[in-house]
């Protein structure tokens, strides 16, 4: 879903809307928020009970009506993308408001292992126009129908990027493993 104020290609968007099916859901938040505090991105009503990034994790804390762990802490980074686990069974979104990360570098893990990132952009976009293959040869991410399929891809010449995965989508994370020696 789209907020009705976005435009395509538009690279600042004031608000957006980020679907959650039941369980865990590869999501992203590629917003510069002014408060990217779980319980501002995530809410305090228990619904979304668990988010776990690359190396973090936190949970919420019925008992204490807080969230715990080293995200609770840190907040959601716009670049970085996350597990978020969600109890409802439907129609449950995530609503962020904030500026565009514009065209971001990311840092990624070196060698052979893969990295969690968020697509940063507000707009569907081909795969195959979004990843430079000289950097990132796999990329595995979920479905947004249905988010508990998976989609995968991986670039192999001379055929170009091959696989389920064709295009990326706005407050999606992803795993990326970068081409082994690039730079």
Same mark, same amino acid.
């Given at each position: 879903?789209?907020?009705?104020?976005?435009?395509?290609?538009?690279?600042?968007?004031?608000?957006?809307?980020?679907? &959650?099916?039941?369980?865990?859901?590869l999501r992203s938040f590629p917003l510069n928020m002014e408060d990217n505090s779980l319980n501002t991105v995530l809410g305090t009503s228990g619904d979304i009970y668990e988010i776990v990034g690359e190396g973090e994790a936190a949970v919420y804390n019925p008992n204490m009506q807080q969230w715990v762990g080293s995200l609770a802490t840190?907040?959601?980074n716009p670049l970085s993308g996350y597990w978020v686990k969600n109890s409802i069974e439907e129609g449950n979104t995530i609503n962020i408001s904030g500026t565009s990360s514009g065209n971001p570098t990311y840092q &990624?893990?070196?060698?052979?292992?893969?990295? &969690?990132?968020?697509?940063?952009?507000?707009?569907?976009?081909?795969?195959?126009?979004?990843?430079d293959s000289t950097q990132i040869d796999q990329i595995i991410g979920t479905g947004v129908e249905y988010p508990w399929q998976g989609a995968a891809a991986q670039y192999v010449e001379p055929y170009g990027w091959i696989g389920s995965l064709e295009y990326l989508y706005p407050g999606t994370g992803y795993w990326v493993r970068p081409v082994i020696g690039a730079s």
């Open positions: 879903p789209w907020p009705a104020d976005m435009e395509w290609g538009q690279l600042q968007v004031d608000n957006m809307e980020i679907p &959650l099916g039941w369980g865990a859901n840190d907040g959601v &990624l893990n070196d060698g052979a292992i893969w990295t &969690l990132i968020s697509y940063p952009f507000q707009h569907t976009q081909l795969l195959s126009e979004s990843i």
